[in-house]
């Protein structure tokens, strides 16, 4: 008989007892819905959840023809089915509503599975009732609308003891109106629900539904049955058919690996790292890699609900190999099984049997099974196991894959420890995934090779982005915050993109404002993992209302818990490992492993009470933590924002902005200035405003230039911006840094005309004012501009003109307009100056002096600058090992701070250089892509020297057509936009060329190779 633990006293008691056998504590009704435990009274939150609305169909005119106590019956046994149902998937029976039942899937706790349970459940209600026990041979069918989405729910009406809980906003209306438009017997989801159960059903889209209180039609889809593969990450892989970015070193291990494996040295491999960082994405780029050569493959997967099923990941794969199909009959397996028995060469009895009952089917009448103990039928199986992999893989090249091992239960661990042992002497490579929880003796031993899995640089989670976005929809503001949140977790990229990407589909009049927020498929397992936490998840939200990092102090002062309690909680946060901390209370810190972990448990907590806390957060941070207010400004700007003082936030954002540009941070500094304008702009115009904007536009520019290339449009908007100002404003000291850098966006544009009358400009008024750090900058830029058009001598004259002044003046005391220092510049310019004077020991000398300059100013800015131009040198020398290593560090400092113009530069010599010294066609294909970024991104600047490199490698190719037409097109590029300083370089390329291609014949010279030129006029 079932027992129920009594809530009073936990003795057990039968279930059908009203009173507690014990105690006498009146028990549950069985009439009432059965609820999960620990819905004690809860705080509302905003949290998503899934909404199953089921309803019998025409209980009007059942009621109608029925006698009043059958239909009782009839609704009494249709209850008790569903609250069955709905409790055995993890449901919460909200409300009965006449005839319908309303239930919640991720309340009052939410795990990573609740769309998928609440989908399982609807289907399982539908099968069921064809077999409800009703009177009379009554038939009873129900329509089944669910539906995911963000909901605040909790304790919302207290009327007296009656505690209801409620839940608002528009997922239970979508649910109860998907279920009026299911056909009988029917599950209606909504394409939420549908996306993050995804592989896990059978779908079948509908037409867009147009139902009442929604404006536009909603896309809905009727759910058919679960599919086969039962696993998330499984449902994932098989339409994953993205490319690996930022694991070439992982890769290229693996591969090693594996090549030590085809000489017969097994290998065991174990891949740690936190869920989707790209464990299973890296051992299937190793898949697609071995795919050519012969092998054979296998795969267990361990999953979150088989933990305690022993070999479940085993059995699941066994009868994938033997073929067996869902519903099949037990002869149809047995024969299935026979087949492969013999494959596997299992002759023994024993064995055989073992095999089958391990598979699940029946035993036959004396089986040699029979009355063997549990731990002898253990023993037998797993060497029936065993013996039947080395049958199946044998002397074979084999990959034996096993996905999250943290999740395997112990009997699968024990296998595996004796085909680990097994492989060392052949050709096996056991390739294991887990979580970095997970250890065992595994993690210990030496000849076990282990791949920590850590966040991808910014550079990888940009490609990544960009793979989604491959139609380049997504607004750049929208891509960045991406990165920035995603912490370069290629999971959180890729859903975040899609997401975005789907939102602005669904939206389209509101184009270019595209709203970065957690996707849906994201959001169910982040907020599971904060509901794991209990009653340390107050503090979470507490701290995440602070933000992403918080310190012990501040928390205590805005919580005002007793000390103990915060200490314990924020304990169990660390353990949670969802945050960590540094150093010991009071003194300590703590930040959220994730941004989104941390946009998860700040969205729980209600819009009012937000405000408030932020408001009493401001008060705190200035009364008592004034000191921060210097080392952090953006941190009570943030607070005063939110809580809607934004004349005392833009002060504050505008210090925050000026304190990151100062440390080269400049894509934080865009944002918090980016702020303070937004802010500013909804004050009243007037002069006051204008003088106020304008040193915020001034630092943007300076810091857009260095995030997104001096050549953005967005830097020309907004010089543009405040060269409106400075018009109205009469005489202002800020129209030289107005000018100087507009100069800089021209240079880099390639237009002369504006870049030469902008330096003019900025030489009459730096002589004007006498000023240093303008005499400086301009002679920098004319000196850069006269560079550019191969006027080497006067270039010299002011190139070492800025450097005398900057040395005199101790430059590196001065603060300049501009993103990078101009010493630092005109070296740059001055090395390739000297050098195509022809003076290669002097422009040595100053490479070195470069070198040791960027060394002491220690800024990540002026050192991928620098290294840029010491390659562009370099590759005008033809000195390819050096240029590689140049690339290569420069790409390093790129990816590490977002500086996408040095970033592509960068890319493309060290592709130019592959191409010369390994990979001809790779390093042409790395180089053309940077090209095209390069252009996309406004930069002419040194595109002819970029055509020149190009047709070299052409050239070192033997393709001596192509090259001389990319030359061809360098010369008359560089001609026709005036940077005119390669054209010596181009015209003696093309002479070598034409004496190279006089050589060969027509036919050989022009070998066509794919690929168009890059530059070429279209056909
Ligand atoms: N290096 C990468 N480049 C591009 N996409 C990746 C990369 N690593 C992972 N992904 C994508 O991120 C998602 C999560 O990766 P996955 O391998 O499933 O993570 P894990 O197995 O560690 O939980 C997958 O959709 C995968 O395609
Ligand atoms: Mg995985």
Known sequence: MARAKCPNCAAETDFESAFCQACGTPLADPAMPRRPPAVASRRAERRPITVLFCDIVGSVSLANTLDPEDMMQVLDVFRASCDDIIARHNGYVARYLGDGVLAYFGYPSADEEEASRAVRAALALQAAMGSLPLPNGIKCQVRIGVATGLVVIGDLVSRGEIREVDVVGETPNLAARLQSAAPAGGVIVSEATQRITAGLFTYRPLAPLTLKGFDAPVQAFEALNATESGSRSRARAESARTPIFGRDHELRTLIDRWSRVRAGQGQVVLIRGEAGIGKSHLVEALRRHVADAPHVQSTWNCGPNTTDSALYPVAEQLARTAGFERGESVEGRRAKLARLVTRFGLTSPLSTAAIADFLGLPPAPSSPLEGLTPDKLKAVTLDTLLASLDAWAGQQTTLLAIEDLHWSDSTTLELLDRVAAKAKGRPWMILATARPEFSNRWTEIADVLHIELTRLDRGAAERICAHFDAAAALPPEASRQIVARCDGIPLFIEEMTKSVLEGMAAAPTRQGDAKVFIPATLHDSLVARLDRLGPARRIANFGATIGRRFSYDLLAEVMNAPEAELRQGLLELTRSGLVESHGLPPQSEYLFKHALIRDAAYELVLKRERDALHRQIATVLREQFSELQEKEPELLAYHLTESGAASEAIPLWAAAGQRAASRAAHVEAVGHLETAVELLRRQPPGAERAAAELPLLLGLAVSLSASRGYAAPEVGRVLAEARVICDAMGNVPELFAVLRNACSFYIVAVEMGPAAETARLCLDMASKTDLPEQRIESQYAQGYLLYMRGELAEARKYLENA??????????????????????????????????????????????????????????????????????????????????????????????????????????Y????????????????????????????????????????????????????????????????????????????????????LAGAGRLTPDMATKGRAGALPGAPPK
């Open 910 to 993: 060290k592709g130019v250089a592959i191409g010369h010294l390994e990979d001809a066609d790779a390093g042409l294909h790395m180089a053309m892509s940077a090209f095209d970024a390069l252009d996309r991104i406004g930069c002419k600047l040194a595109r002819a020297d970029r055509l020149h490199d190009i047709g070299r490698v052409r050239m070192a190719m033997g393709d001596f057509g192509d090259a001389l037409s990319v030359i061809d097109v360098a010369i008359a590029d560089s001609m026709s936009c005036g940077e005119t300083f390669p054209l010596p370089m181009l015209r003696r390329t093309r002479a070598e060329l």
């Open 803 to 908: 450097g005398e002044l900057y040395r005199r003046h101790d430059g590196a005391q001065l603060v300049f307009p501009s993103p990078q220092d101009p010493m630092v510049g005109s070296l740059c310019a001055l090395m390739q100056v000297i050098n195509a004077l022809g003076d290669e020991a002097g422009a040595n000398r100053v490479e070195e002096e470069l070198q040791a300059h960027v060394l002491r100013l220690g800024r990540d800015y002026d050192r991928a600058y620098s290294l840029c131009f010491r390659a562009l040198l370099a590759s005008a020398r033809r000195s390819y090992v050096r240029l590689r290593t140049l690339a290569d560090e420069a790409l390093a400092v790129c990816n590490e701070r977002s500086y996408p113009l040095y970033g592509a530069i960068a890319s493309f």
